[in-house]
């Protein structure tokens, strides 16, 4: 294979904290060859004479001196992650030990690799194509086992598979339209508009179906951003140390407590929920505490999920009446807290209250009784959740979920362009019109794999990929 960069790239690809083993991983058409500048055998072999997939013992030089005692394994071009060839050293892990064995890899004439480089010649070598790429980065930070599943799924190219079905009956119709425009004495476009009209609202009607798809794609992906809200003393800190199992956050009986916004992630039932505990909203007069409200308020504006914990055992004011009117048109769990002790406020009251606030019978609201003193009621806390979010479960069959906001955008933008070539059909519009906006989709389409995406735009996405990846 004709290897298309010139230099060779070395980067440490394990984790930078002490560890069993470390990871230097070389590739280029010479890494071999420099390999062999550092790595000593007992029988003086040489790596560039080895094979592929293959296993050796030595030891690593930096100028004539002896760093680590190593496992070095040779890979051939086209056989490896970039499709170049590869050498991977496995050193002792501990920190300065991988970071000397890298040194000496880069003495002997190795360039360091920008983050993200590897995953990128691989892309550019046509190992795999952008969607499939990006989908190695999302098993690296998978949150839970959903994320994980989805982004597998991915990279054995679920998402690209799709959509290169859908761009490859769009690229028929195309040509088909240019070759008839091109020759209009052997080709006619009679009757066409219709038959173009019924293939075209089929891929719509199938993106739209990935696109429906995006919404759980990004919870799954990013977590569900939950944001407890209720006044002071309600027991906010108290469900978030019980939802977290351990005491994160401080709790007293001093209203006021909790002044800023402490972030934390939970796994239930499979879903990431990343929590978010605020300050106590009412209204204050200190103005540190006065901070703290407002940037609870602001975090609420978008969350995924409210968690509003209402003390029952104190009657309802105006502060409620305040934070009801955060809940508009978000999914929201009213807790009723205390309920080990005497409660003078009830889902009626509560029902009433919302009411007042504007909240209407269909926004998404369920009142739970619970006691985050003595643990009671987290249990229907959980489920409920589950329940809003997925259905009770996420299915994983052959459902593909669009779990990337650049794929959902270029999704989006296929699924405008089509609706104007049908218009254009409707319209009468001349036929070159219809061509105009299906090679507008293609394009879009061909953006999530990467095949219409600009040099510039490729390195951005390519720079967000972590190290030595
Ligand atoms: N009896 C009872 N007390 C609770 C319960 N949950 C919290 N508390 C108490 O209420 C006070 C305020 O709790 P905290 O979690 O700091 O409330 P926050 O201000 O909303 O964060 C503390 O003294 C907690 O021990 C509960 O379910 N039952
Ligand atoms: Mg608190």
């Not at 470390?22 to 080895?50: F, H, M, T």
């Not at 691989?122 to 969607?131: E, H, I, K």
């Amino acid at each position: 294979m004709t290897e298309k960069f010139e230099d060779t790239i070395a980067a440490i690809s394990t984790a930078m904290a002490p560890s069993g083993i470390g990871i230097v991983r070389i590739s280029g058409a010479e890494a071999p060859k420099i390999a062999d500048r550092v790595y000593r055998s007992n029988k003086g072999k040489r790596l560039a004479d080895q094979k592929g997939y293959t296993v050796h013992h030595g030891y690593i030089e930096d100028h004539g001196e002896r760093i680590d005692e190593v496992l070095v394994m040779v890979l051939r071009a086209p056989h490896s992650y970039t499709g170049e060839n590869t050498i991977e050293i496995d050193c002792h892990g501990g920190v300065l030990a991988t970071r000397k064995v890298l040194e000496a890899v880069l003495h002997a004439g190795a360039r360091p690799a920008e983050p993200g480089e590897f995953s990128k010649r691989a892309f550019l070598n046509g190992r795999m194509d952008l969607s499939q790429a990006e989908a190695v980065m999302d098993i690296i930070s998978a949150k839970n086992d959903y994320a994980l599943k989805s982004a597998q799924q991915q990279l054995a190219g679920s998402v690209s598979g799709e959509v290169r079905e859908i761009r490859g009956k769009l690229l028929y119709e195309t040509a088909r339209i240019e070759a008839a425009l091109d020759d209009p004495e052997h080709m006619s476009l009679d009757g066409y508009g219709e038959i173009l009209r019924k293939a075209v609202l089929q891929q719509r009607e199938k993106i739209q179906h990935l696109l429906m798809t995006a919404d759980s794609g990004r919870l799954m992906q990013e977590g569900i951003k939950t944001v407890i809200l209720g006044k002071p003393n309600a027991g906010k800190s108290s469900l978030l140390n019980l939802l977290l199992g351990e005491d994160r956050a401080i709790v007293t009986d001093i209203a006021g407590t909790t002044r800023d916004v402490l972030e934390e992630q939970i796994n239930i039932r499979g879903i990431t929920l990343r929590i978010l505990d605020t300050a106590g909203i009412r209204n204050a007069e200190d103005q540190i505490e006065k901070i703290g409200i407002n940037r609870a308020i602001d975090q609420a504006k978008d969350a995924d999920l409210i968690l509003y914990v209402a003390d029952s055992s104190v009657p309802l004011d105006e502060n409620d009446h305040e934070i009801m009117t955060l809940m508009k048109g978000k999914k929201a769990i009213i807790l009723l807290n205390k309920s080990d002790l005497e409660t003078v406020v009830t889902e009626d009251l509560i029902r009433r209250e919302m009411k007042n606030a504007g909240l209407q019978e269909n926004d998404e609201t369920v009142i739970l009784g619970i006691s985050a003193k003595n643990k009671q009621g987290l249990d229907q806390l959980e489920k409920q959740i589950e329940k809003m979010f997925f259905n009770g479960k996420i299915v994983f069959n052959d459902q593909i979920y669009i779990t990337n906001a650049r794929h959902k955008k270029a999704l989006e933008d296929a699924c405008e362009s089509l609706g104007y070539v049908i218009k254009s059909i409707d319209e009468q519009m001349p036929e070159d019109f219809w061509s105009i906006d299906l090679m507008g989709a293609i394009d879009a389409l061909g953006r999530i794999t990467g095949e219409t995406l600009g040099e510039d735009l490729v390195n951005e996405i390519f720079a967000k990929f972590c190290m030595g990846k």
